[in-house]
């Protein structure tokens, strides 16, 4: 049954309005009509399986047949700190977070950043279409592009929650080394192409951040993001 975003969906909802986007996907790429069933999401964890009572020019109307709750998954637990990379590339990890299923994208700039052009809508419009492909109650949130002295500086960060960096060097050590307990999840910076400057190093050192490796090859930013939260992934059994 396809999946479609309601991000106004209630739980004391009996009948729900969609338009723009949602109502045209409805109507004219997936071709549904009145009497169908659908699911919708909030991206909150609330799922909804729907009747299409009536579809009309631009707008869809639908009855909730059943309403349920999803309990988030432990990977909601996890925070990447993304630098800002090209868009393309920016586009690709945002889908493929996404659809691994991590609680929050946290878009940085660094001090070696080339990128500095942030253009929040489309990178939401982004995770949502990964979200519905991947039959997922919740979307991460995408926070707004902070500078790395900012957000680490106002950033609340859980206890006992697993602060790391990926940066190699001589204290770096392999996921696999790191405590598979870890039940308030955890933090991971990734930093742009020209990598972490000795002072964000020092910086996140400062506030705990464990320096981890990725393997002995050289990720763009990109490809790290989406092995570090497998490898995590992997190490904590989710």
């Not at 729900?16 to 409805?26: K, N, Q």
């Not at 009536?54 to 925070?79: H, K, M, N, Y």
Request: with cysteine; net charge neutral; proline share 5%.
């Amino acid at each position: 049954m396809n999946l479609f975003y309601a991000p106004d969906l209630k739980s004391s909802q009996e009948q729900v309005p969609l338009s723009g986007p949602e109502a045209h996907h409805i109507q004219r790429v997936f071709r549904k009509r009145s009497g169908e069933q659908i699911r919708l999401t909030n991206g909150k964890g609330l799922l909804a399986t729907c009747t299409i009572q009536s579809a009309d020019r631009g707008s869809v109307t639908c009855l909730v047949d059943q309403l349920e709750t999803i309990a988030p998954l432990a990977e909601q637990s996890i925070v990447v700190g993304l630098a800002l990379i090209r868009p393309n590339r920016m586009d690709w990890a945002i889908e493929k977070l996404t659809e691994l299923g991590i609680g929050c994208i946290q878009p940085i700039t660094f001090q070696h950043s080339s990128v500095r052009q942030f253009k929040h809508q489309h990178l939401q419009n982004i995770a949502v279409a990964a979200m519905k492909q991947s039959g997922q109650a919740y979307m991460p949130k995408i926070s707004p592009l902070l500078d790395f002295k900012e957000w680490l500086s106002t950033s609340k960060r859980e206890k006992n929650h697993l602060l790391l960096v990926a940066h190699p060097g001589a204290s770096a050590v392999s996921l696999s080394e790191l405590p598979a307990d870890s039940s308030n999840g955890a933090t991971i910076l990734i930093g742009p192409e020209g990598g972490f400057s000795e002072e964000e190093v020092a910086a996140s050192k400062s506030e705990n951040f464990q320096q981890i490796s990725l393997g002995q090859h050289i990720l763009r930013a990109e490809t790290a993001a989406i092995v570090a939260v497998s490898q995590l992934k992997m190490r904590l059994g989710l």
